[in-house]
């Protein structure tokens, strides 16, 4: 399984910026996916995520109106589309997918795109 992530960057409060998850190494269709963020000296937090289909989203309140995750199974892909946003959402965005073996749990995380927000 391999997760990466691109779009990260410097961008002003108020700005917007759109990440991307390329995925590989599983059906991605038959997955769930996840994006979550960690700011400096803060647990790591779900931001949102998105059922396998795409049909159902869930977001946390602290970015509820301003982000969107999306997906394209097609193109084995997951976005989060960051608007109006805050210095407060600076942080490492990671990409998530886990699922079950064997009724074993797994877990697989990217290796994280930086955003800051700051003026």
């Known amino acids: 399984v391999q997760l990466v992530e691109s779009g990260g960057g410097l961008v002003q409060p108020g700005g917007s910026l759109r990440l991307s998850c390329a995925a590989s190494g599983f059906t991605f269709s038959s997955y769930d996916m996840s994006w979550y963020r960690q700011a400096p000296g803060k647990e790591r937090e779900l931001v949102a995520e998105i059922t396998s289909a795409g049909i159902s989203t869930n977001y946390a309140d602290s970015v509820k109106g301003r982000f969107t995750i999306s997906r394209d199974n097609a193109k084995n892909t997951v976005y989060l589309q960051m608007n109006s946003l805050k210095p407060e959402d600076t942080a490492v965005y990671y990409c998530?997918?886990?699922?079950?073996?064997?009724?074993?749990?797994?877990?697989?995380w990217g290796q994280g795109t930086q955003v800051t927000v700051s003026s």
């Open positions: 998530n997918v886990r699922g079950y073996t064997d009724y074993s749990p797994w877990s697989y």
